[in-house]
């Protein structure tokens, strides 16, 4: 792979925007733009990213960034060309073309009837851990900028209860607008994702951290009171257990504020137990003793007394009660 030489890049890039409205044309002008900067030392025999079943020309992510910044302003001044452009990379079915593909629908207007058509489509099709974060990152700029409710609903889609498998989707589409320092209103998030914490399968672990993670950047407070209130009214005992597992992965002060509520019941038992003074079993103990030694005492002594001690004990009792003996 040549070294990457930052205006050759920028004038490359630029000629491949010229094509943008001949669909052939640019992707014979993309193919040698990617096989220019592949990494040949990264090659191997099948050719496929690693953990994914897509090829790869294993160019630097930097190519396809710079191709990004060229197509941005041409594919939001031509949506139409811009879909059937993302259609035709799609198609092609390598890893590059297909963040490229991604890239050019979050550039496309929310109100294209075929914007969400296209990204059920393909967020269903795909493997790729990279390419599924982009549909749900990328592909989503325009909608969660322009139109946030119309984002919300289409989350709320993906967190339907009974859509579990497509939690993982919705969770990783909310993330970026999480972390848009710029969207204030985050009680519509915490009310769609607070069933989710709720509910969240073992298998969701690793996305739920970093939702949590995420609304916790966003709004301490707000998070540590929901979570505390889930913890507290939950009635699935898996709630406590997954968020036990995923506690140490928490921010510090969230994990302090959480403690007392993680801790599993046995143990909050015997630790009740614990706290019960040293002495008090030994109190007890003694109490009984002294009691039980005094009894015996009496009846040691009863039995002692002298026989004719003992008559006149029982002639006084005897005349308390009006009879003689």
């Known amino acids: 792979m040549p070294a990457i030489d930052l205006a050759r890049l920028r004038k490359q890039a630029n000629r491949l925007a010229d094509f943008f409205f001949l669909p052939d044309e640019f992707m014979k002008h993309l193919r040698e733009v990617l096989e220019f900067y592949v990494n040949h030392t990264l090659r191997t025999k099948q050719n496929i990213a690693p953990g994914s079943n897509l090829k790869t020309y294993r160019t630097p992510a930097a190519v396809v960034t710079q191709i990004e910044n060229e197509l941005s302003a041409i594919a939001e001044a031509n949506p139409e060309y811009a879909l059937a452009l993302a259609d035709i990379l799609w198609d092609e079915g390598a890893l590059e073309t297909r963040l490229l593909a991604a890239f050019l629908l ?104 970093e939702l949590i993670v995420a609304l916790y950047r966003a709004s301490a407070y707000e998070t540590t009171f929901m979570l505390k209130q889930v913890l507290t009214h939950s009635q699935n005992p898996m709630t406590a257990v997954t968020l036990r597992r995923i506690a140490t992965s928490l921010p510090l002060p969230l994990q302090k504020e959480l403690h007392g509520l993680l801790i599993p019941q046995s143990l909050t038992a015997q630790r009740n137990l614990d706290e019960v003074p040293a002495d008090f079993v030994g109190n007890m103990s003694v109490s009984k003793s002294v009691e039980i030694k005094m009894k015996t005492t009496r009846k040691m002594k009863t039995a002692r007394l002298p026989k004719a001690a003992a008559i006149k004990t029982v002639r006084r009792k005897s005349k308390k009660g009006g009879g003689d003996v």
């Open 106 to 209: 979050g550039r496309i207007p929310p109100q294209e009837e075929r914007l969400l058509p296209r990204l059920t489509a393909w967020t269903q099709q795909v493997r790729d851990t990279d390419v599924r974060s982009a549909l749900l990152s990328t592909s989503l700029t325009r909608m969660r900028k322009e139109t946030p409710n119309q984002f919300l609903a289409l989350v709320r889609e993906y967190l339907h209860p009974e859509r579990s498998q497509a939690w993982s989707n919705g969770i990783q589409a909310l993330l970026p607008m999480i972390a848009d320092t710029a969207y204030a209103n985050l009680p519509p998030i915490f009310d769609i994702v607070e069933p989710v914490i709720e509910e969240a399968p073992s298998t969701l672990q690793n996305v739920l951290t």
